[in-house]
């Protein structure tokens, strides 16, 4: 489980976010590398998967961390960056395959490029793409803008509300909720894509699926690199050590248990677990799975509405009534696709882009930067660690 911004909304970090000042918040892969915290505009804060609309499978990641509404009409994607979101068929955590998605232009409306990878290119951090789809357009303000491919798989991109909510101030303050959603009223950019269960059926018969986020970019070098890389909440920011964290992002998860077991090990016998092992083969390969023919619901998959942070306290302490006494998102999320709601403070739409930016956006390059305490470390390590111990292993998942 990678409590990246669900469970790790437990690492906290002073974060400056344009009018709201300085929030100090850790979201689930917020800000969880030096690479990731250098570009917000690559760096994943969560990763979601469900089912919606009569078994579509819906697969949603956000980046652009914090953001505030006044800053909101700011965001834009890195043109230069290549978002990927990658489906394992067959449990072996190598992609089969892989959504890649990039834009280009720098004003409110960027111009949208995607396409399908399958086995070798789904794998590869570059544009290798085997079946592209049409060109779409991204979302300023609360539109919502939509590009459908052949298969009927949806897109969109554009600002929305972040879905992730959580007391953090409480947690930080030693378990003393008092309700308050460190996240409400913040933005984030999401791409959301939303996959017809025929399709699902026909990669995936047996319904397991395993998702992952990345973005990538090229280096100095010229050669594509993977920045980020997300399944579930938390596993790079709780359980990687700080010198490795760079390094955690740019592997592929089907390395990781020969790479990071002893580390993840190590991190949990720090804390006294009962169940060092057996958590280590759960939390690693870093994947988020699941089963569309199971009850839907953390951990299997993950929806925009399930309660991490309620869920990982209760399996700690053992108490079904403790909680952060924020059990919902600050917005209604949608019943239609995009699903994730409007953006706090949404202004009009400006004029579409046509792609012959300029400038990079403003959200590209440094951010504030934040230092995660070692008490919310193993804190947030223990939330992790009980909130799969206690929750029933999904049938897909791995290792
Ligand atoms: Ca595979
Ligand atoms: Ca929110
Ligand atoms: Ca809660």
Do not use: C
Request: net charge negative.
């Amino acid at each position: 489980m990678r409590l990246r911004k669900a469970t790790l909304a437990l690492g906290a970090a002073a974060v400056a976010v344009g009018s709201f000042g300085a929030i100090p918040a850790l979201g689930a892969d917020h800000r969880d590398a030096p690479l990731a915290q250098g570009s917000p505009a690559l760096d994943i804060n969560d990763l979601y998967a469900f089912t919606a609309n009569g078994g579509n499978l819906v697969v949603a990641m956000t980046v652009n961390p914090l953001t505030s509404p006044a800053s909101t009409g700011a965001l834009r994607l890195d043109r230069e960056a290549t978002y990927i979101l990658k489906f394992d068929t067959n449990g072996d955590a190598v992609a089969d395959v892989a959504g890649k998605i990039w834009v280009s232009g720098s004003g409110a409306v960027q111009d949208i490029a995607w396409g399908d990878a399958v086995n070798a290119n789904a794998v590869t951090h570059d544009r290798a793409i085997d079946t592209p789809h049409p060109a779409g357009k991204t979302s300023a303000g609360s539109a919502v803008t939509t590009v459908t491919n052949a298969a009927g798989a949806k897109l969109y991109i554009g600002p929305r509300d972040d879905p992730f909510f959580f007391d953090l101030a409480g947690f930080q303050a030693g378990l003393k909720f008092t309700g308050v959603d460190t996240f409400k009223g913040t933005n984030v950019t999401a791409i959301v894509v939303e996959i017809p269960k025929s399709v699902i059926s026909a990669a995936a018969p047996n319904g397991q699926i395993g998702v992952w986020a990345a973005t990538t970019k090229k280096n100095a070098a010229g050669t594509w690199e993977q920045i980020d890389r997300m399944g579930r909440p938390a596993i790079n920011t709780v359980f990687i050590p700080a010198g490795q964290k760079d390094a955690f992002n740019s592997n592929n998860p089907d390395r990781d248990a020969a790479i990071y077991t002893d580390e993840v090990k190590a991190a949990l016998d720090s804390l006294a677990s009962p169940a060092t092992d057996a958590l280590a083969g759960i939390l690693l390969p870093d994947i988020l799975t699941v089963d569309v023919t199971k009850p839907a619901g953390y951990l299997n998959g993950r929806g925009l509405a399930d309660d991490v942070i309620d869920i990982s306290l209760q399996a700690i302490t053992g108490s079904t009534t403790i909680g952060d006494g924020v059990d919902a998102n600050d917005k209604a999320f949608g019943s239609t696709f995009p699903y994730l709601a409007a953006p706090h403070g949404a202004t009009a739409p400006g004029a579409p882009n046509t792609g012959s930016g300029l400038d990079q956006a403003s959200n590209e390059g440094g951010g504030p930067g934040w230092t995660l305490p070692a008490g919310l470390i193993a804190a947030g390590a223990l939330l992790a660690a009980a909130g799969v111990v206690q929750r029933r292993r999904p049938d897909g998942e791995r290792s």
